[in-house]
């Protein structure tokens, strides 16, 4: 009965299917958007976390925390060419309505395809994206991706290692100055003498509150 109701049902014509592709691209576009926010407001805690290390001479702490700015600020630029490719699809998509103005149907787009492929390796929106890719296969608008295909750009998110020099400018431009006051001789000290049982303490809750701070911004992140 439902195959019978389905055959039934009028399609939707191109118009329709426009406004409604558009109106959940401009929705990602704002969930893209939600997601640096959050990423930036937690990069401030982590900025701040980075001083108070370099302060109490925990420079290893200070770097770990350097490196995981420097992983969320890729993963911002990545979000904002997200954004850009879903404003290009719903741009193309327009275009490709108004030919189907002329020519009563929807033509293939080897560039919304191309976009759409690029945007499924994204692990933010991977899952919107084969969605649309199932709709617009449908309504013809791209080809049928084979299910290797499907994996291949899913899996192929590049994991871009931080290099020692983009987390060592990091940490100097927050880090430096601070580090750079602390007097050579408090910094021998603390290097010769054993840790007190007070000291020991405090990294322990350091460490901690390092490792929550992580975590957080990883969660943010994903």
Do not use: Y
């Not at 992983?71 to 275009?95: D, P």
């Amino acid at each position: 009965m439902e195959k019978v109701m389905n055959i039934l049902k009028p399609k939707p014509n191109p118009q329709q299917l426009l406004r409604d592709w558009q109106r959940r691209l401009r929705q990602e576009c704002r969930n893209v958007e939600r997601q640096i926010r959050d990423i930036e407001r937690e990069e401030k805690n982590v900025q701040k976390a980075i001083k108070e290390a370099a302060k109490r001479n925990d420079m290893g702490s200070a770097k770990a925390l350097a490196k995981e700015l420097v992983r969320s600020r890729k993963t911002v630029n990545r979000l904002h060419e997200n954004k850009a490719q879903l404003n290009s699809i719903s741009m193309h998509l327009g275009e490709s309505v108004a030919v189907a103005r002329t020519v009563g149907h929807l033509s293939k787009s080897a560039e919304v395809m191309k976009l759409v492929n690029n945007l499924m390796k994204a692990p933010q929106i991977a899952v919107t994206m084969q969605e649309f890719s199932k709709e617009m296969t449908k309504a013809g608008v791209i080809e049928e991706m084979v299910n290797d295909a499907v994996d291949d750009a899913l899996d192929s998110e590049d994991i871009e290692e931080e290099t020692e020099e983009e987390i060592d400018k990091v940490l100097t431009a927050i880090a430096g100055e601070t580090a750079a006051q602390l007097p050579e001789a408090r910094r021998n000290e603390k290097l010769k003498q054993p840790a007190t049982a007070e000291e020991v303490e405090e990294n322990v809750d350091d460490e901690e509150e390092m490792e929550a701070i992580r975590a957080r911004l990883a969660k943010v992140r994903s």
